[in-house]
T-cell receptor, first 113, second 111 residues
Framework: NAGVTQTPKFRVLKTGQSMTLLCAQD?????MYWYRQDPGMGLRLIHY???????AKGEVPDGYNVSRLKKQNFLLGLESAAPSQTSVYFC????????????FGSGTQLSVL | SQQGEEDPQALSIQEGENATMNCSYK?????LQWYRQNSGRGLVHLIL?????REKHSGRLRVTLDTSKKSSSLLITASRAADTASYFC???????????FGTGTRLKVLA
């Protein structure tokens, strides 16, 4: 039982490049989330999903896209990376109604040069 | 803007002392949760308190919730060096499951 796994753990991009971050959970959770964490800003919600095939915008969705084609996976895409997207990205999942606590992955450190 | 704001931003105490951190939020909520983050790692869930609860305990943790003031506090009793971490509150806006985190309190426990 691996919990929440994020791939990759580190990545360096040049401005304008694209990439996809993968989040996988093996707990059969309905809800999945992508957050970014910047120094002094805490965690900010980018996008989230309340079930397979659904996605919704969070606090800071601009410049990101997501997909939830399979229940266990939640992908975060950067179509044209910008230096402002340099951050640590965390994925989380939750069972949903009845047990709302979230389980987090270990994070992806992304640098955009 | 973020839903939750923690206070203080940083706290330094001696081992054995109690640590209190506060969280204020802006909208009606279903529940409020507290998480801990050790440096460079993912967040770990500590405790959840529902909007119809006023106080909850878990081991050395005590959480209170005042929905009229839109605020919560986390008390860690008899702190240990291992409690050194950042602590965040998280709220969902009226049952949307859209969990918004605060800016966090950095706690340092000196041995």
């Amino acid at each position: 039982n691996a919990g929440v796994t994020q791939t990759p753990k580190f990545r360096v991009l040049k401005t304008g490049q694209s990439m996809t971050l993968l989040c996988a959970q093996d707990m059969n959770h309905e809800y999945m989330y992508w957050y970014r964490q910047d120094p002094g800003m805490g965690l900010r919600l980018i996008h989230y999903s309340v079930g397979e095939g659904t996605t919704a915008k969070g606090e800071v969705p601009d410049g990101y896209n997501v997909s939830r084609l399979k229940k266990q996976n939640f992908l975060l895409g950067l179509e044209s990376a910008a230096p402002s997207q340099t951050s640590v990205y965390f994925c989380a999942s939750g069972e949903g109604q009845g047990d709302e606590k979230l389980f987090f992955g270990s994070g992806t450190q992304l640098s955009v040069l | 803007s973020q839903q939750g704001e923690e206070d203080p931003q940083a706290l330094s105490i001696q081992e054995g002392e109690n640590a209190t951190m506060n969280c204020s939020y802006k909208t009606s909520i279903n529940n409020l949760q507290w998480y801990r983050q050790n440096s460079g790692r993912g967040l770990v869930h500590l405790i959840l308190i529902r909007s119809n609860e006023r106080e909850k305990h878990s081991g050395r943790l005590r959480v209170t919730l005042d929905t009229s003031k839109k605020s919560s506090s986390l008390l860690i009793t008899a702190s240990r060096a291992a409690d050194t971490a950042s602590y965040f509150c998280a709220t969902d806006a009226s049952g949307t499951y859209k969990y918004i985190f605060g800016t966090g309190t950095r706690l340092k426990v000196l041995a």
